[in-house]
């Protein structure tokens, strides 16, 4: 995907580097129109080149139209995203096309975290007056994105003694009994009223029926809409004890992604974009926070204003109805071209 992104980039004039990141990951694509030497903040557009769908779902499920809907695994979520901002970045290939220089940066592992290219995202964003994102555009209405919650993630771990379930049951200690214990303290923590969730995704534990199981481990999803609930949720989640005799916790707990909080920084960015759109022949309003996390959270919390959600119009991501609204098109297309070409 990286090499086909690239080839159409250079087609249009425009300079690449694709940059590996690993063994464990594809390369970074990395596609700009700055004249050498240009070192200015400009613009810095975030997308992602991996999606959830497995190898083989093509195949399974072929891309088809249906009336004005296209389907296709990763269409919305998000390779029309990137061929929106690509042909409009392709139109002004040339250095001087565009008020501040654009820096387009495609990372091959936002779905499971952006681990490999969260250090170039943030690089990047070093030197970047705006940031723009090509997630796709909030179902039912195109909306835009301002606010994301932050992500995070603890592993737990419970370690107990094990024994014989039937001659010796009083000399073992349940690790499966302990994470119960833990398992309604962390999911205790959702306040849905602060916007706070906790969520225990997957557990196991045991290893016989016979046997009081001496290790027990959970992986916990959590999200936060800013950060004094994040540094609260992780003080309690560092805080958790055990609550049953002879038992240890193995506690490790991060937050992934930082919140994106909407600044005024941001809602200024939105207002000039909304002119843009305004131009191309649609409203572009911003949908209230989302739990979903995404590239924009790292820009946004280095200070950098950012606008998410602005890739093609559709629904259905992470299925396989997934689709996209081909009407929609022609005017997000310009939509972007006018953004890039203008925005200052």
Same mark, same amino acid.
């Given at each position: 995907?990286?090499?086909?992104?690239?080839?159409?980039?250079?087609?249009?004039?425009?300079?690449?580097?694709?940059?590996? @990141?690993?063994?464990? $990951?594809? !390369?970074?694509?990395?596609?700009? *129109?700055?004249?050498?030497?240009?070192?200015? %903040?400009?613009?810095?557009?975030?997308?992602?080149?991996? $999606?959830?769908?497995?190898?083989?779902?093509?195949?399974?499920?072929?891309?088809?139209?249906?009336?004005?809907?296209?389907?296709?695994?990763?269409?919305?979520?998000?390779?029309?995203?990137?061929?929106?901002?690509?042909? &409009?970045?392709?139109?002004?290939?040339?250095?001087?096309?565009?008020?501040?220089?654009?820096? #387009?940066?495609?990372?091959?592992?936002?779905?499971?975290?952006?681990?490999?290219?969260?250090?170039?995202?943030?690089?990047?964003?070093?030197?970047?007056?705006?940031?723009?994102?090509?997630?796709?555009?909030?179902a039912?209405?195109?909306?835009?994105?301002?606010?994301?919650k932050?992500?995070?993630?603890?592993?737990?771990?419970v370690?107990?003694?094990?024994?014989?379930? =039937?001659? &010796?049951?009083?000399? =073992?200690?349940?690790?499966?009994?302990e994470?119960?214990?833990?398992?309604?303290?962390?999911?205790?923590?959702?306040d849905?009223?602060?916007?706070? $969730?906790?969520?225990? =995704?997957?557990?196991?534990?045991?290893?016989?029926? *016979?046997?009081? %199981?001496?290790?027990?481990?959970?992986?916990?999803? #959590?999200?936060?809409?800013?950060?004094?609930?994040?540094? &609260?949720?992780?003080?309690?989640?560092?805080g958790?004890?055990?609550?049953? !005799?002879?038992?240890?916790?193995?506690?490790?707990?991060?937050? *992934?992604?930082?919140?994106?909080?909407?600044?005024?920084?941001?809602?200024?960015?939105?207002?000039?974009?909304?002119? #843009?759109?305004?131009?191309?022949?649609?409203?572009?309003?911003?949908? !209230?926070?989302?739990?979903?996390?995404?590239?924009? *959270?790292?820009?946004?919390?280095?200070?950098?204003? $950012?606008?998410?959600? @602005?890739?093609?119009?559709?629904?259905?991501?992470?299925?396989? +109805?997934? +689709?996209?609204?081909?009407?929609?098109?022609?005017?997000?297309?310009? #939509?972007?071209?006018?953004l890039?070409?203008?925005?200052?």
């Open positions: 995907m990286a090499r086909l992104v690239q080839a159409v980039a250079e087609a249009a004039g425009l300079r690449t580097e694709l940059r590996p @990141l690993g063994e464990h $990951t594809g !390369p970074l694509l990395v596609v700009s *129109n700055r004249a050498a030497g240009d070192t200015r %903040p400009g613009i810095l557009i975030l997308a992602h080149l991996d $999606t959830v769908h497995p190898v083989g779902t093509l195949l399974e499920t072929p891309y088809r139209i249906e009336g004005d809907k296209l389907y296709g695994p990763g269409c919305y979520d998000m390779k029309a995203g990137i061929y929106l901002a690509l042909t &409009a970045l392709g139109r002004l290939a040339a250095p001087d096309a565009t008020r501040l220089p654009v820096d #387009f940066v495609m990372v091959p592992d936002e779905e499971t975290g952006s681990h490999a290219s969260r250090a170039a995202i943030e690089a990047y964003a070093r030197n970047a007056r705006y940031g723009l994102v090509c997630e796709p555009a909030r039912n209405g195109g909306k835009c994105v301002t606010a994301r932050g992500t995070g993630m603890l592993r737990l771990s370690k107990g003694h094990s024994a014989h379930a =039937g001659v &010796a049951h009083e000399k =073992g200690r349940s690790a499966i009994r994470m119960a214990h833990q398992v309604l303290a962390l999911e205790g923590m959702t849905y009223g602060r916007g706070v $969730t906790v969520s225990v =995704g997957t557990i196991e534990g045991g290893t016989a029926t *016979n046997t009081v %199981p001496s290790l027990c481990r959970c992986v916990v999803d #959590f999200r936060v809409p800013d950060m004094p609930a994040a540094e &609260a949720t992780l003080a309690r989640m560092r958790l004890q055990p609550v049953g !005799p002879d038992m240890a916790l193995d506690i490790d707990v991060e937050l *992934n992604r930082p919140p994106m909080v909407k600044t005024e920084a941001t809602a200024q960015l939105l207002g000039k974009a909304r002119l #843009f759109a305004a131009a191309a022949g649609f409203t572009l309003d911003d949908a !209230p926070m989302t739990g979903g996390g995404s590239d924009a *959270n790292f820009t946004s919390a280095m200070g950098v204003p $950012t606008l998410d959600g @602005l890739g093609a119009d559709g629904d259905g991501a992470h299925t396989l +109805h997934e +689709h996209i609204l081909v009407s929609t098109l022609g005017a997000r297309a310009q #939509f972007w071209y006018l890039l070409k203008d925005l200052e």
